[in-house]
């Protein structure tokens, strides 16, 4: 058996292993050197070790005994020496040995993630600065008001400008006459944004915002000193809203009276045939590894790798308003602590986060990952037309979700498992468009004017989900599968009705583009595993979504940083720690650098290999004033199906029991009885007997 208390190699590092490092780099460091730490995290092992281990656990052999790979924290951390210069420094923990077992230095170009420290650096900066006092003694505030700010990433620097580190913000007045603290500012937005020297915590600059509309142009300077008078209130809090709650909702609960069908055992999780582990970080956060369903393996990791949110608004400094979510700040970083009953229904098992503190302790961040189960409406259904006997099942899902809170926008990310061997990525942007001031009146080619003196500006979601494939193993094979027209032939196609399913599979990285009309099918096979009914490998497919890829254009610095968003797929062969479709260090980039472009650029054979595959998809964000307060969830979905991994409808053993709890409303006539079924020219259907061949008439 294993030895519980010796943790698996995918498991978080604990509070105890992550100060334990930190005290490894303290001891190593210069005693008269400043350490800020910004994160202290797991360094998963390469792939081939970890897999060695793996062959072990799923045969069964795991003991005290058993080699494991080395257990790495990865420590990033800033060195503010005596004479004030710093360095960005990274350090590799053994944290069984004690021993650093690499170390780099950042280059100075590259700029790491934002922490919250840095940003609650950057408000202290801007309340003390003469700069921001000066330019907020230009505006006429009115009684009551007092000033908000949002910090931001600076985003991609000017052609030919070498900058320090730099933070930007966003700044709106809120109205504090309510006396509730949660009163919405963005309905008030102030046309600067302070610039402060992230090292030096000194605000630099104020930037002086637009505020026209489309006949100034790119002029500035059109605001009145009393800029926001013509702003509305923008509640959303129930206790400040102008209008009553409805009354007429009643309350739809989720019951499980037996307890869920889910089993957890540390980070491993069974369900309805799926196993598999989650694993949390900083930058990820939720991440899925080792998913094999019935004891086969599916995919070795599922995350979602980067999201950039480029805004097209020409006026600058608006040129620069681009956000990387993940290698800007980190999705792990900003995940919230879900509430029982709002973030997730049902039966709920939480899971929490280890976080590093500036000092470098650990810190526990409580239930920022829900899993539960939920009913997806019908599974799969047949009706007996002869006998009018219905079989349905219903279709349950497992759930593994986290939320993060990004300043203004949401974003809810869930991996969803079904019982038919289906895995379905989700996201769900939801949250506060961001809203610059307009003049009164007026209206812009650059964003929709979702409140009186709030202009939402138009921009791009562009997310990319890294896909780790394992079908049946590790060697697999990427394919094109497209559905196309095919002439009349007399040979081949006499009336015209046939078309050819044409597969040409992926031999060298690349990139695809979505082509919905070709129906373009990505299937991810494994050439060595053959179905013994359809005599076709077996694989999983999924169907990208044709949607609109970045609009910037190629020689622009936004385009420049965001090339992984330029295509919808791109196929790459594995590398250990190649994580990133953006590269590793986006804040203040200039162009993506080691990221899937970069990737593909090696031309390395992907056939019958070690291969990832990552699809990107966007949402462009041309916001309706039904956004506004708090937009109403836009939702993506990618799904991932099994295509010929089984040699029937996996979940055709689910069971077809009737929910007792349902109930009718009224009279009416339920299925149950046979009645609706008994009227066959309506439905279309027959009840005619069986032909019964040894007879005749």
Known sequence: MPDTNIPHP?????VKESDQARQIVLHLRNSEDTLHFRFITLEEPPKKELCKFLDFEHAGQVTTETPRPPRIAKVQYDIIHADKTHQCVESWIDVVSGLEVKRRVIDQICQPAITSHEFRAFSEACFASPLYKQAISEFNLPEGFVVSIDPWPYGGPDPGELIPRYTQGLCFARDTRSGNSDSNHYGYPLPIIPVMDTRNKEIIRIDKLATGGKEDGLNYGTHERNVVDHCSPAEYVPELLAQPLRTDLKPLNVVQPDGPSFQVDGTLINWQKWRFRIGFNPREGLTLHDVRYNGRNVLYRLSLSEMTVPYGDPRPPYHRKQAFDFGDGGAGRAANNLALGCDCLGMIRYFDAVRTELDGKASVSKSVVCLHEQDNGIGWKHTNYTTQRA????????????????????????????????????????????????????????????????????????????????????????VAEQSLPMPISTETNPFGNAYEVRQTPITKSQWLDASPFTNLTIKITNPSKINPISKKPVAYKFIPSASQLLLAHPESVVAKRARFAQHHLWITKHKDGELWAGGEFTNQSQKEVDGVVDAIARDENVENEDVIVWNVFGLTHNPRVE?????????????LRPADFFTTNPAIDVPSAKNESSVLTSDHVCCDSGEIQKAPDSHLQSTGPDLNRNTTA
């Open 627 to 639: 956004d506004w307060p708090v937009m109403p969830v836009e939702i993506y979905q990618l799904h």
């Open 391 to 478: 079989v349905v099942t219903r279709s349950r899902e497992l759930v593994a979700q986290f939320i993060i809170t990004l300043a203004n926008y949401e974003y809810i990310f869930a991996y969803k498992l079904d019982q038919a061997g289906g895995i379905t990525i989700e996201t769900r942007a939801t949250g506060i468009v961001s809203v610059v001031n307009i003049d009164a009146e007026k209206t812009s080619p650059w964003g929709n004017v979702v409140s009186p003196g709030a202009l939402a500006q138009n921009h791009q979601h562009l997310f990319c989900i890294r896909i780790d494939p394992a079908i049946d193993g590790h060697q697999n094979t990427v």
């Open 10 to 14: 995918l498991d978080q590092l604990s």
